[in-house]
Each structure stands twice: as structure tokens, then as C-alpha cells.
């Protein structure tokens, strides 16, 4: 099994920034295509952004647009979200997911354990 470890999180002010990491222990790092997703309490785990398995195609919530990046090097096994312009709708646990190709984002796909962002105003 692939293990995913979130690093980055911690409690910010609106409109300042935080860069997230996410260090894999696989050996097919690049075979696989990365996301980043989030959960507030009480809600469901929602897509932020994903990247394609050579970083060349990526995909962002439309709440996130413009203010979030993802990006991977596929040379050190690692995932990063830089998050500009934080809002307090931010606030969640963020999450760093792998699957290949043939695997849906869900169960079998693999997860982090989390790592929380606060964002005040």
C-alpha cells in the first residue's frame, strides 16, 4: 500500500498564505494521479484540486480558483498546494489522495491522514 503524509497545516489569518506537502512512500509515485481534498465538520470530503501524473494538467474547485495552486515533483515523491488569499471558508482538514488511472477518487483510492487548516478573520 501507498502511504500519504500531509504536512503544512496550521492556523492563519484571512489573506495570508500556507504551503502543504504531501510525502508518498510509494515506489510508482509518478504513475499515479494526485489530489488534494478537504472536510470541514459536518460536511463531505470535496475535491480542491488534482494534478495529472507528469504535472501537466490540473484541475481546481471553483472555490479555489485563482487563489491555489497544485503542483508535484515526481523526483522526490511530493505533492505541494499552495494556498494564497485564505479565507475563513477555508478552514478543514486537507487531505492528500493517490490513485493510478484505473481507480476512482473513494475507498480505493489512497489517502493521508489529514492535516488541519484554520483560517480566522
Known amino acids: 500500500q501507498v502511504q500519504l503524509i500531509e504536512s503544512g497545516g496550521g492556523s492563519v489569518q484571512a489573506g495570508d498564505s500556507l504551503r502543504l506537502s504531501c510525502a508518498s512512500s510509494?515506489?510508482?509515485?509518478?504513475?499515479?494521479?494526485m489530489g488534494w481534498f478537504r472536510q470541514a465538520p459536518g460536511a463531505e470530503r470535496d475535491v480542491v484540486a488534482t494534478?495529472?501524473?507528469?504535472?501537466?494538467?490540473?484541475d481546481y474547485a471553483d472555490s479555489v480558483k485563482g487563489r491555489f495552486t497544485i503542483s508535484r515533483d515526481n523526483a522526490k515523491n511530493k505533492v505541494y498546494l499552495q494556498m494564497n488569499s485564505l479565507k475563513p471558508e477555508d478552514t478543514a482538514v486537507y487531505y492528500c489522495?493517490?490513485?493510478?488511472?484505473?481507480?476512482?477518487?473513494?475507498?480505493?483510492?489512497?489517502w493521508g491522514q489529514g492535516t488541519q487548516v484554520n483560517v480566522s478573520s
Open positions: 494534478i495529472s501524473r507528469l504535472g501537466r494538467n490540473t
Open positions: 510509494g515506489r510508482t509515485f509518478s504513475t499515479y494521479v
Open positions: 489522495a493517490a490513485r493510478p488511472e484505473y481507480v476512482r477518487w473513494g475507498p480505493s483510492a489512497y
